[in-house]
């Protein structure tokens, strides 16, 4: 199931302004459809995003340890 999280663009201030800590990521198109999920340290995944990927949006959930992210990516 996706987040139930407004996009924001996935642009430098957005990874400028992500809490370092654990979560869920969702990146998306231009037109909110996730086309990737990802566990991890939230500035990390977004950062490699910004820099190689296709995404245009991101949302994330926050996690309490790197896993419980994953976790939390295996039961969406």
């Known amino acids: 199931m996706a987040l139930r999280k407004a996009w924001r663009s996935l642009d430098r201030g957005t990874v400028g302004r ?15 459809t996730v ?15 910004l820099a190689y990927g ?10 309490q340890s790197d896993a419980h992210a994953h976790q939390l990516l295996e039961e969406r």
Not at 18 to 32: C, H, I, S, T
Not at 35 to 49: H, N, S, T, V
């Open 35 to 49: 086309i990737e999920a990802k566990a991890g340290l939230l500035p990390d995944l977004l950062r490699e995003e």
């Open 18 to 32: 992500a809490p370092d800590a654990y979560g869920l990521v969702e990146f998306g198109d231009g037109e909110g």
């Open 54 to 63: 296709d995404a245009e949006q991101v949302r994330w959930k926050r996690a």
